[in-house]
């Protein structure tokens, strides 16, 4: 957390707020352990953290366990993932986690995760786009409240330009007046527009989210889930942006 940054209160859960650091992530796996389905056989102070066994139907697996407040952390501390199974971390921001290396992502167990989820509007709907802070909007049918929405404004602009939150509404199914067939829609609102948008040729030169599903796609489709590379398109938006960071604080990695 940052200086200045509000802590993020949680509900229905032994801590008040939320972690800031490895020993909080501890406390709270303790918590949240067997209800995963682990049985914690050692915690100890050198790499890894933890053994523990978790059941699967009938039998019990042995799991090597790392806590991190980050996920990325462990690379930064140079663990070798050959001798891990798990990560155990209050936020995921690894999206290029090694193959059979577990993440245990903890703020989804206390409910205050969001994802982010890429919109497209194509140039017949930017006038609809552009007209007021309220909009009623298709949105992807796991979308829930509070989920952060990246505008991506199609060809010829080819950019996220506008930053939406899911404002809660109930998720209706109908038929749309601007495509065929069963779509879901909800009430977003918009929290800032991007005076310098993030272009897809941008996202295509970064080393992490030129990986991205939703940049080898082009775009396209419904539902583009970005919730792993947040931290990075988070960093790129306000480094070109930063007059946003007022409105965007909120939606900070550490903080969703």
């Known amino acids: 957390m940052r200086s200045g940054d509000k802590p993020v209160a949680l509900t229905d859960a032994p801590l008040a707020y939320a972690p800031t650091n490895e020993l909080g992530v501890v406390f709270l796996f303790a918590h949240v352990a067997r209800a995963l389905q682990f049985r914690i056989e050692e915690i ?3 790499f890894p953290d933890c053994i523990a066994y978790r059941t699967r139907g009938d039998s019990q697996a042995k ?3 790392e806590f991190e407040f980050r996920s990325s952390n462990f690379r930064a501390h140079h663990h070798d993932a050959s001798q891990c199974d798990a990560i155990v971390c209050w936020h995921h921001d690894w999206p290029d986690v090694p193959p059979g290396l577990e993440v245990i992502e903890l703020k989804r167990s206390f409910g205050v995760a969001r994802k982010i989820w890429i919109l497209q509007a194509i140039k017949n709907q930017w006038e609809t786009l552009d007209d007021g802070d309220v909009l009623y909007w298709q949105l992807s049918k796991n979308a829930t409240p509070k989920d952060v ?3 991506y404004r199609c ?3 080819s950019a996220i330009t506008d930053v939406f939150i899911f ?3 109930a ?3 109908g038929d749309a007046d601007w495509r065929d067939g069963e779509c879901y829609a909800g009430e977003i609102h918009r929290m800032c527009r991007l005076a310098s948008p993030l272009f897809l040729e941008d996202m295509r030169r970064h080393r992490i989210v030129q990986t991205a599903s939703f940049v080898r796609r082009n775009m396209q489709g419904v539902g583009l889930m970005a919730t792993e590379y947040w931290p990075y ?3 790129m938006i306000l ?3 930063p007059e946003a960071a007022e409105h965007l604080t909120a939606l900070s990695p550490d903080r969703l």
Request: proline residues 8%.
């Open 44 to 46: 100890r102070p050198h």
């Open 63 to 65: 799991v090597r366990i």
């Open 149 to 151: 929405l990246l505008m």
């Open 155 to 157: 060809t010829p602009v």
């Open 167 to 169: 404002a809660g509404e």
């Open 171 to 173: 998720v209706s199914r």
């Open 233 to 235: 398109l988070y960093e």
């Open 239 to 241: 480094e070109r942006n």
